[in-house]
C-alpha cells in the first residue's frame, strides 16, 4: 500500500513540476523596457507577447503594466514553405524603402536570391509610401518596406497578401553637436520633438510619406504639435530620400529623423551630427515584406515574388541579413522573420 501511495505521490510531483514548466510567466514592466527586448530575455518574440496580451501597439508599455509572457516551450516553428520552381530567367521587380538601398543591404540579399533562383532582380528605391503607390499600379511583385499601418491598410484595400516580418532596427534622433535645442540627454522622443519646437531650431522633414516620414508626423502628433514648413519656418519640407536629407542635415546642422541602418552605415561621413535620442519605444523600426496580390494584377510574376518573400524570411536569407553590418562592425538590422 505504501508503495501505490509513494507511486501516486511520486507521478503527482511529476505532472506538478510539468505543468510548471509549461505555465506561463507573469512580467512586470520596469522603466527603460522595451517589449523587443522583453521577448529576447524570455526567448520568445515581441509579436507572440503582444498577441498574449492584445496589445494594440507593440511600441507603447507602460511601467508597472503586467505582462503575460508566453511559453517557449509550446511553440512551433512554421512548417517549411514548398520550394519554388519554374522561375528561372524571370525578372523580379521590388518596391522597396531607401533605408534598405542605402545601406547597401540589397547589394548582398538581392544576388544571394538570383545566384539560387536564376532570377534577375531589380529594385526601386523610394520611401515606403511610394513604393506602396507603386505597387497599387502593379508595376512591381514585391514590396519591402517598413510603415506597418500602412502596409496593414494596403493589404485591406486589397492590393497586397502574404505579409510577413523580415527585421527591424530603430530611429534615431540626430542633431548638430552644438545642440541648440538642448535635446541631448533626453529620453523620450516627444520629449526632444518638444524641445527643438520651442527653440526653432532647424529641422527637416522628409515630407514624402515615407515610413521616416510616417513615423515623425506620429511623434509631433503625440507631442500635441504640427509644424509645417508654410508657417514654421525653421521647419524643412525637403522631400527627399534619407540619406539626401541627412546629408543635408549634416550641412545645414539641423535635427531629422533616421533609421539606425543608414545612420549607421554612413556616419562616418557626417562630420556635423551626433545621436541625440535612442531607446524610446515609439522609435522601433519593423520591416515587413509583401507580395503584391496577382487576383488584382494578374501581370505581377508572382512566383517569383513568393520565392523571394520566402527566401529572406528562411534560414538562409535571416543569416544573410544578420550577418550584414556597415564597415566599421556595427549590425544595421536584427533579422526578425518567425
Do not use: C
Not at 503607390?133 to 499601418?149: F, W
Not at 511623434?219 to 519656418?233: F, H, R, S, V
Amino acid at each position: 500500500m505504501k508503495r501505490i501511495i509513494s507511486v501516486f505521490l511520486t507521478l503527482a510531483l511529476v505532472l506538478s513540476s510539468f505543468s510548471f514548466a509549461f505555465a506561463d510567466t507573469t512580467y512586470t514592466v520596469k522603466s527603460g523596457d522595451v517589449l523587443w527586448k522583453i521577448g529576447k530575455t524570455f526567448g520568445v518574440t515581441y509579436q507572440s507577447i503582444a498577441a498574449k496580451n492584445a496589445l494594440q501597439n507593440a511600441n507603447f508599455i507602460r511601467v508597472g503594466q503586467k505582462l503575460i509572457i508566453p511559453t517557449t516551450s509550446v511553440a512551433t516553428k512554421p512548417a517549411t514553405p514548398k520550394p519554388v520552381t519554374g522561375i528561372k530567367g524571370t525578372t523580379l521587380t521590388i518596391a522597396t524603402t531607401t533605408s534598405t538601398n542605402d545601406t547597401g543591404l540589397l547589394d548582398v540579399l538581392v544576388p544571394a536570391f538570383d545566384l539560387k533562383y536564376g532570377t534577375k532582380t531589380k529594385w526601386l528605391s523610394v520611401g515606403s509610401g511610394e513604393a506602396m503607390e507603386i505597387g497599387k499600379r502593379g508595376d512591381a511583385d514585391v514590396l519591402l518596406v517598413h510603415s506597418p499601418a500602412a502596409e496593414k491598410q494596403f493589404i485591406a484595400d486589397g492590393f497586397g497578401i502574404n505579409r510577413k516580418d523580415v527585421m527591424y532596427n530603430f530611429y534615431y534622433i540626430v542633431g548638430p553637436k552644438a545642440d541648440p535645442a538642448k535635446v541631448s540627454g533626453k529620453t523620450a522622443a516627444v520629449d526632444a520633438f518638444k524641445a527643438i519646437y520651442a527653440a526653432d531650431a532647424t529641422f527637416l522633414s522628409r515630407a514624402d510619406k515615407s515610413g521616416t516620414n510616417t513615423k515623425e508626423l506620429a511623434i509631433w502628433k503625440t507631442a500635441g504639435l504640427a509644424p509645417t514648413g508654410a508657417t514654421d519656418k525653421w521647419y524643412k519640407e525637403a522631400g527627399v530620400g534619407m540619406l539626401d536629407l541627412l546629408n543635408m542635415a549634416n550641412e545645414v546642422k539641423g535635427y531629422t529623423l533616421v533609421d539606425s541602418g543608414t545612420w549607421g552605415a554612413n556616419k562616418g561621413k557626417l562630420t556635423n551630427l551626433d545621436v541625440m535620442v535612442k531607446g524610446d519605444p515609439i522609435l522601433f523600426n519593423p520591416y515587413g515584406v509583401i507580395q503584391v496580390n496577382p487576383a488584382k494584377y494578374p501581370n505581377v510574376h508572382s512566383k517569383a515574388a513568393l520565392a523571394f518573400s520566402n527566401f529572406i524570411t528562411s534560414a538562409e536569407g535571416q543569416k544573410i541579413i544578420g550577418n550584414f553590418t556597415s564597415k566599421a562592425g556595427q549590425k544595421l538590422f536584427i533579422p526578425d522573420a518567425k
